[in-house]
């Protein structure tokens, strides 16, 4: 690095008297992340393609109801998909719902690992984690300030699915009284703050599995290998969740209680599973990142 760029560096990056970096510092390098990050030809792919399942909802709902009503109410024991699927016609705001329903199983994590598996292998890959570290980002800050750009782009990945969705759904079918999972009705403003609940849901979701590609990522030297693993880990594990005899070890699995986003939109809203969802994310948090943290610091980054 020449000698202008040090001095650049400093000015973006300040440092306190005793020589170490300043919270400014790891602010800019967040905001730089996210940024590159949301910068990428890669990036705008996955999320045209997260934006078009919508669109391809909608399109195929309007096309089989010919936008009519009919749909029925959609009982709760009835599936999440199904029975937002059966009111997108009669309200337009439920396409957000069950957008939401059909990409979280596959299109939304498969996203998010590909993102995940690439933090940390894609720099090594491409020969810029080393001049990371020498920055010096310090590892342990490194990882963190991935980790929260993977979790940024969870956030906007969910949006991005929700808006839309919204929007398709505004403009295809008609948009009023949101009726929920129990059977009541709540009012519209209600209604849209329910769906942007349910997306934060759905973010929260991914948490854990986020952090499960996280320590993939530090496993290994190449970003395609790492996506690959971290895709085919997700892959495992939404088959093993569909296998009942395994039941006794579908509640510690990642995926199992993802689709609870649907109670959200019961009266009242339903906390056992989304409660149980969100701690094992954070279960899943706290283990692979204490591993991804103890593999990446031992790490001997040469390339």
């Known amino acids: 690095m020449s000698q202008a760029e040090k001095s650049q560096a400093e000015r973006a990056f300040p440092s306190d008297s005793r020589g170490s970096r300043s ?6 390098l967040l905001r730089s992340e996210i940024t590159t ?4 030809h890669r990036t705008y792919a996955l999320l045209g393609v997260l934006a078009a399942v919508p669109v391809l909802i909608g399109i195929a709902v309007r096309i089989e109801t010919g936008g009519g009503g009919g749909g029925g109410a959609g009982g709760p024991d009835g599936g999440a998909g199904p029975a937002f699927l059966a009111q997108v016609t009669n309200n337009g705001v439920f396409l957000v719902f069950a957008a939401l329903a059909a ?4 299109f939304l994590p498969m996203a998010v690992g590909v993102v995940a598996g690439d933090a940390i292998a894609g720099e090594a890959s491409s020969g810029t984690l080393r001049y990371l570290l020498v920055a010096p980002a310090g590892r342990t800050r490194l990882l963190l300030v991935k980790y929260a750009s993977v979790l940024a782009f969870c956030l906007v990945a969910t949006l991005v699915v929700a808006a839309s969705a919204l929007a398709v759904g505004a403009l295809l079918f008609p948009v009023g ?3 929920t999972i129990s059977g009541t009705r709540i009012g519209i403003g209600e209604g849209l703050v ?6 934060l849901v ?7 599995f986020a952090a499960l590609g996280l320590f993939v990522s530090t496993l290994t030297g190449s970003g395609i290998g790492a996506m690959a693993a971290t895709v085919g880990l997700l892959i495992t594990v ?11 070890v579908h509640p510690y699995l990642f995926a199992h209680y993802w689709m609870s986003f649907a109670d959200v939109l019961r009266e009242p809203v339903h906390w056992d599973d989304l409660i149980k969802n969100f701690q094992l994310q954070g279960l899943y948090v706290a283990v692979f990142g204490s591993a991804a943290w ?8 040469t390339d």
Do not use: C
């Open 23 to 28: 919270p400014l510092w790891t602010l800019g």
């Open 37 to 40: 990050l949301l910068r990428r």
């Open 103 to 106: 990409t979280l199983p596959v």
């Open 177 to 179: 009284e949101v009726t």
């Open 194 to 199: 329910r769906a942007g609940l349910t997306a």
């Open 202 to 208: 759905v973010a929260v979701s991914l948490t854990g």
């Open 238 to 248: 939404q088959i093993l969740d569909s296998i009942p005899q395994l039941s006794g």
């Open 294 to 301: 103890a593999r990446f610091t031992a790490k001997d980054v």
